[in-house]
């Protein structure tokens, strides 16, 4: 996009789609800690008034696929732009830090955490949500301790995939997703044909 776009034209698409991601992100009480380029990083559950972190998390970036569905419409129509996202989503300890120099210093997380996160928006294909083994074990705690959550929880169809290697990280990692349209179908061919083979 940005070799065939006008810098000017780029930066308003850029401004809508993350005014867009940030609306998603704040309706779940979570916080915008970082962009770049075309990736955002947020934080949720990092105030004791908000312990369910997953579950928030995990609405936002639904509430986000939704949000850029419409953005992605019209972008299409408007500009005959092709464009998809994916969002990554981990649960762990984090260090919420500044840098910068003296006049621009800014608040960001820093960890293993965010850094896994973000090796799953890269991995997620457009209009999925991955999420860890930490987020898939807060869920159905979360689940498991509340009725309204389980429900929640019931209609969104989550699908474990084979263990990710990520790149920097010793171990294999167990991953979820709330599949794009393309994945359901691949998974439902895949029982499908489970279903003869044992007939």
Do not use: K
Not at 3 to 9: A, D, I, M, N, V
Not at 74 to 98: K, M, N, S, Y
Not at 102 to 107: I, S
Not at 149 to 167: C, H, M, N, V
């Amino acid at each position: 996009m940005a070799e065939r776009l006008e810098p000017q034209y780029l930066a308003t698409l850029l401004d809508e789609f993350f005014s867009a991601l940030t609306v998603s992100v704040e309706l779940q009480g979570g916080q915008v800690y970082h962009t770049a380029g075309d990736a955002l990083m947020a934080g949720f559950g990092l105030a004791e008034a908000q312990a369910d972190g997953a579950q928030a998390a995990l609405a936002a970036g639904r509430d986000m696929l939704t949000r850029f569905a419409d953005l992605a419409d019209r972008w299409r129509h408007d500009a005959q732009i092709q464009a998809g996202l994916g969002v990554g989503l981990h649960l762990g300890e984090v260090a919420l830090a500044t840098f910068g120099p003296a006049t621009r210093r800014v608040a960001t997380l820093v960890g293993d955490t965010p850094n896994v996160a973000a090796r799953l928006c890269s991995r997620a294909r457009a209009g999925e949500v991955l999420f860890s083994c930490t987020v898939a074990a807060a869920l159905h705690a979360g689940a498991l301790a509340e009725p309204a959550a389980a429900s929640s929880a019931a209609t969104a169809a989550f699908l474990q995939l084979p263990r990710y290697e990520l790149r920097g990280r010793r171990e294999p990692l167990d991953i979820w997703c709330i599949p794009a349209g393309r994945r359901q179908v691949e998974a439902i061919g895949f029982e499908l044909r489970g279903a003869e083979h044992w007939q």
